[in-house]
């Protein structure tokens, strides 16, 4: 097996679609071993009839300490190893504004969001971390760019990002020398990304209430991205080979913004 990633086993969260999905096919094309905790059974199908078994497919919630574990457990079961994990299933929350939204919808849509967000990528480190310190892996965290601007959601999903920034410096931090821990930040791009049942969002996708035109004109490099488009740093990060320095890097995927953060651009450029 060639590739970037050959023979490492890599364990993503929410794989079954969008960005999880396309970071699967990308760690397949480069060699890897590739384990999915997801909570959709349709989508766990289509990956096992897809990609039979180079992907172990595990149905589970990141809510759940235990669901973790045995994802993990299957992983290590099929592949013998865990090389890498990849922390990347969440909610967005369509921009829900603290002065538009109920509070009592408000304090249940952040119990939700944050359970998803924040608590599911710390029971996945938690499950994966013993055996990552045994490999001298590698976790990978999908962050936003609302881990560094407003306006990116509401302050749910804001502050879970900003939140889940917090997360990869601590466990750069804890699990050095073993371990190396980043993030990765994309920007706007088509998927199932869906809202908290408690704001009514779980049937509405990012696509209901962000259309491409709108995304890529916000975007310095002004082109909508594709899931596929974000993929390569996240290869880069997980390989041993391309990747013995970096931890708690978070690396800004976002087509420019950062040039000038969020700020809507209409009329202000003409390419
Ligand atoms: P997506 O909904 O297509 O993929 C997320 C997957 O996670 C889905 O397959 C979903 O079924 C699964 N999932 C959701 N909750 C789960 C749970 N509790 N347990 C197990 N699986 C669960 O969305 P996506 O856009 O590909 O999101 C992937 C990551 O990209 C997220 O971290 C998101 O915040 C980030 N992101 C997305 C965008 C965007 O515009 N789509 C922009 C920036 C960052």
Redesign the pocket.
Known sequence: MSGRLAGEAILI?????????AVVERFLAEGARVGV????PD?LARLRDDFGAEVVAVQ????SLDDNRRAVAATVSRFGKLDGFVG?????DHGAGLLATDGDRLADGFDELFA??VK?YLLGAKAAAAELVKSQGSMIF?????AFYPA?GGPLYTAS?HAAVGLIRQLAYELAPKVRVNGV??????????GPDALGQRDLT?MDS?SPEA?RSILPLQFFPE?ADFTGPFVMLASRADNRTLSGVLINADAGLAIRGIRHVAGGLDL
């Open positions: 969260t929410g794989g079954g679609s969008g960005l999880g999905r905790l997801e909570r959709s989508k589970g919630d990141v809510r990347n299933a969440a909610l967005w998803v967000n599911g999908t962050l936003s760019n609302a990116g990002k930040a994309p920007c706007g791009m088509a998927s199932d990304l869906r990012i962000r995304i899931p």
